[in-house]
């Protein structure tokens, strides 16, 4: 089991697995900062993973 992946409250599933997209996270608005501090669900990249399904 490896532990390279890094995933973030705010992600729908583990960054690189397919069918995943970038998307801004809604919770900071994609600044990356929550009330001063690092957004808690996308770990300060503004950016969460979300699962894109079939296209
Ligand atoms: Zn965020």
Same mark, same amino acid.
Do not use: F, H
């Given at each position: 089991?490896?532990?390279?992946?890094? $995933?973030?409250? #705010? %992600?729908? %599933? !583990? &960054?690189?697995?397919? =069918?995943? #997209? +970038? %998307? /801004? @996270? &809604?919770? @900071?608005?994609?600044?990356?900062?929550? =009330? =001063? $501090? &690092?957004? &808690? +669900?996308?770990?300060?990249?503004? $950016? /969460?993973? !979300? /699962? !894109? #399904? %079939?296209?």
């Amino acid at each position: 089991m490896t532990e390279t992946e890094r $995933k973030n409250p #705010g %992600d729908e %599933d !583990v &960054p690189g697995t397919s =069918q995943t #997209g +970038d %998307d /801004i @996270c &809604p919770t @900071c608005n994609g600044s990356g900062n929550l =009330q =001063q $501090k &690092p957004c &808690p +669900d996308c770990g300060g990249s503004g $950016k /969460i993973t !979300v /699962i !894109v #399904g %079939d296209a």
